[in-house]
């Protein structure tokens, strides 16, 4: 018995190791359920998605239901349950970019990396390619934003010869 | 415990005309997202670096500064130089060496640089003469692109926080209320309900707590000026929050900034942190017993949490889903406590009516909507930006005289206001008027102000359908008649697009819309199929010529798309037959090749291929 409880215990230690950088987070925003967004914003931007296992260890240190945390992850659209890209690239369909062609953008880039439908992530996980939302640089549709740079009034010439740039990179990163 | 500071306003202006005045000749380089994403930050810091080297040359001060957004994002890089009265245009980093030598040191203008009148041709200095400005009339934006919003004592120097200082001293919160009321403000977030009054509410209710809310999630795509003005004027909301947490007896705030804004949060940021430090915000504000803190709170990208109710879900930590109303949020609101909530837009409105008066701003808009309106001018035509005009100005006067007209030399077709929750304007509505009333009775919206145009190349159903995507994806899936009544309208709407509908179709369209208006709880679901029922309304042949013609008359519809060989050109290399991926050219060596349409996927791969251009898209 005595065992069983000092394994456990041995396990909890583990986790907290593990999820050092979450205890971290979590702390800052004092445990509140108010701060719950914010937590899972910052999880999301060390771990690049928010893993299960890391919701469930979040609602056990909160003190809420896991389904609360799971609930919020999903409702919003910035949060990804699944495994990012190391280059994100996002392609606004807001009505302005919208009207001026962000869709044949968004489809080059797609055949482009070799995504095949359903799928919004290459399988060696180097492009994750997705739509948007208005970024607020309409005037300058269609908008594409590569890991935070914003690139405007793109065509889909213009972004094959960028994307083209990054797949050399991420080639010589390998 | 942030330490006590006395401000005194009159002492705070005389040292910020200093600090402004001590700039020298200023170079504003415009940093709103738009420009930013030109390479604003790459030209700025090439100025950085030549400052000090005019600066000894000349014994002349030149600053660099980095504003927010001028409006005219379609010609940015902008670059104004007001001791010289002069703007450049499209200004890229490389030319930054040559601007300092020629213009900044000799007062010589560089050509190249200036804006050029598309019609006249005629190359343009003034920034007053160009008539994307001439035609409009800047108050909530009057500070954007003129001052840096990263330093308080540039806004301070416009008399930035005096009228908060004024209410402070003169005013009791019912005074407030009233000429907020007298002014006649009305929200600027898309329901147009009078500022002045949602105050009062919220005033009256006795509570031990209340909040003041900003919504800036700007929810609908194609519009920006919410952005705007964060980006460029972020202290003028401070102070209307301030005045209005005044007016309201409450002392914390919250700004709920959406998550795609990333430089407008970082900028509310720095303006709190400095207006704390000042003692504008934070205990005892001018001395007073008025107390005011403000927190930012980032959305995660959820369109419904810009709707009131879901917002302040959103504040709490939960999923962002609307409540019935009543009870209102001026009764319980945040945390079950009175909360006023307005736009930001709205609050930038607030400090120049205290200062300039209510009539003053009365002496802008029509009968009942009053005062100056920022609208984002996207799409087709030829200048897109963010503008701002008096309420009740004609939709013909912002495409035409602002907006220069249609790109490309294109026929206009429609306008789109309101966003999701709008509806489209046609030719007839040149004349319109833009305000709350004359939107309404045309079965469009002010809503949030995003003006997107669009040509005779818009598809006007596969745009009913795109905002129908947009707004299905957004229903929280609370209510039945939203989650399920948007989803059947939209497989409608993809049908209609995909050449497969039939014409009771429309009908059961216009049913669903109508349950789907009359049975949602919130102002998602209620306004959902506004842009369907416009467009069935104003372009009802081009739903037909989709349904009965078999065919999309502005040929975006892929459906429709005819991929065809003509035999006159075509000589038979078979080189189009051997790239189709899905074998649909017959055809021998040297004989008329033919496309078999029930086989073809319109991929275009043959287009390309064909060496005499034999081969064409069309409807
Ligand atoms: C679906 C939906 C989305 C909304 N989005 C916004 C928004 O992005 N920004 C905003 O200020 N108001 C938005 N509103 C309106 C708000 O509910 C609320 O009326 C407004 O913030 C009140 O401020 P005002 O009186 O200053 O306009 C939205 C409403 C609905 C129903
Ligand atoms: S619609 Fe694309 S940035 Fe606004």
Redesign the pocket.
């Known amino acids: 018995m005595v065992a069983e409880a000092k394994k456990n215990q041995e396990k909890i230690f583990e986790k907290h190791r593990k999820f050092c950088k979450v205890n971290e987070i979590v702390e800052k925003y004092k445990y509140e359920k108010q701060n719950l967004i914010a937590i899972l914003q910052e999880v999301q931007t060390e771990y690049r998605y928010l893993p299960e296992e890391i919701m469930t260890y979040i609602a056990t240190m909160m003190d809420i239901s896991p389904a609360a945390v799971y609930g919020v992850a999903t409702f919003y659209s910035q949060f990804s349950l699944d495994p990012k890209g190391k280059y994100e690239i996002k392609v606004c369909d807001g009505t302005a970019c919208h009207v001026r062609g962000s869709m044949p953008v968004y489809n080059a880039i797609r055949e482009k990396v070799g995504l095949q439908e359903g799928k919004f992530t290459t399988d060696d996980l180097q492009f994750t390619v997705e739509t948007v939302r208005c970024l607020g640089a309409c005037a300058l549709a269609p908008v594409v934003v590569i890991n935070g740079k914003v690139y405007s009034k793109m065509t889909a010439d213009a972004v094959k010869i960028i994307v083209d740039e990054l797949l050399k990179r991420s080639e010589n990163d390998n | 415990m942030t330490e006590m500071v006395k401000a005194d306003i009159k002492k705070e202006l005389e040292k910020a005309a200093q600090y402004v005045k001590n700039t020298g000749m200023r170079v504003l380089v415009c940093s709103g997202t738009g420009c930013v994403a030109n390479g604003a930050f790459d030209i700025y810091d090439q100025f950085l670096k030549h400052d000090t080297d005019v600066m000894f040359k000349k014994e002349k001060k030149v600053s660099s500064i980095k504003t927010g957004c001028r409006g005219f994002c379609e010609q940015g890089v902008f670059v104004a130089v007001p001791d010289l009265d002069l703007v450049y245009v499209k200004v890229k980093p490389e030319d930054v060496p040559e601007i300092i030598e020629k213009t900044l040191q000799n007062g010589e203008i560089i050509e190249r640089l200036l804006y050029e009148d598309p019609v006249t041709g005629q190359k343009i200095q003034k920034e007053n003469d160009i008539n994307f400005y001439k035609n409009q009339t800047k108050a909530a934006l009057a500070n954007c692109g003129n001052i840096d919003p990263e330093s308080i004592d540039e806004y301070v120097a416009t008399g930035g926080y005096e009228a908060l200082d004024h209410v402070i001293k003169n005013y009791t919160p019912e005074q407030v209320c009233k000429e907020v009321e007298d002014s006649g403000l009305?929200?600027?977030?898309?329901?147009?309900?009078p500022?002045g009054k949602?105050w009062n509410f919220v005033r009256i209710n006795e509570a031990d707590q209340k909040y003041v809310i900003c919504?800036?999630?700007?929810?609908?795509p194609g519009?920006f000026m919410?952005c705007g003005i964060m980006e460029g004027d972020p202290h003028k909301l401070l102070e209307g929050m301030a005045i209005a947490a005044y007016g309201t007896g409450s002392d914390f705030g919250y700004i709920y900034v959406?998550a795609e804004y990333p430089l407008a949060v970082k900028r509310l940021r720095i303006a709190i942190e400095e207006a704390t430090k000042r003692g504008f915000l934070g205990e005892s504000i001018f001395g007073s017993d008025f107390s005011f803190k403000i927190k930012i709170k980032e959305g995660a990208g959820a369109?419904?949490?810009?709707?009131?109710?879901?917002?302040i879900a959103s504040i709490e930590g939960d999923r962002g889903m609307?409540m019935p109303k009543p009870p209102f949020p001026a009764n319980e609101g945040l945390f079950g406590k009175p909360t006023l909530?307005?736009?930001?837009?709205?609050?930038a409105n607030v400090a120049l009516i205290i200062k300039k008066g209510a009539d003053w701003f009365k002496g802008f808009g029509t009968e009942t909507s009053k005062g100056t309106k920022t609208f984002a001018l996207t799409g087709e035509v030829n200048n897109t930006g963010l503008i701002e005009v008096p309420l009740g100005t004609k939709l013909k006067e912002i495409v035409y005289d602002i907006g220069g007209g249609i790109r490309n030399n294109k026929k206009f077709k429609a306008v789109q206001i309101g966003g999701?929750?709008g509806g489209c304007l046609t030719e007839e509505h040149l004349d319109l008027p833009l305000d709350y009333e004359s939107l309404k009775s045309v079965g469009a919206m002010v809503g949030?102000g995003g003006l997107v145009v669009m040509n005779e190349d818009t598809c006007i159903v596969e745009v009913a359908r795109f905002f129908l995507q947009f707004t299905q994806n957004?229903s929280c899936g609370k209510c039945i008649p939203c989650r399920e009544g948007t989803k059947q309208m939209l497989h409608i709407l993809e049908k209609v697009v995909a050449g497969k509908a039939e014409l009771k179709d429309i009908e059961t369209l216009t049913e669903l819309a109508e349950v789907v208006r009359l049975g949602s709880l919130?102002?998602?679901g209620?306004?959902a199929p506004n842009p369907v029922l416009s467009t069935l309304k104003y372009f009802k042949d081009e739903y037909m010529a989709h349904i009965a013609e078999n065919r999309c008359p502005a040929g975006v519809c892929e459906a429709f798309k005819l991929i065809k060989i003509n035999p006159d050109k075509c000589i038979g290399c078979t080189k189009c037959a051997k790239v189709c991926p899905v074998n649909a050219i017959d055809g021998k060596v040297k004989e008329k090749h033919v496309i078999n349409q029930e086989k073809c996927i319109k991929c275009g791969a043959c287009l390309t291929s064909c060496p005499v251009n034999a081969i064409t898209e069309g409807n």
């Open positions: 009305r929200g600027r977030g898309g329901g147009g309900f500022t949602k919504n800036a999630d700007e929810g609908d519009a919410d959406r369109f419904v949490c810009g709707e009131e109710t879901a917002l609307p909530i307005n736009n930001v837009e709205t609050f999701p929750s949030s957004e919130c102002g998602l209620k306004t």
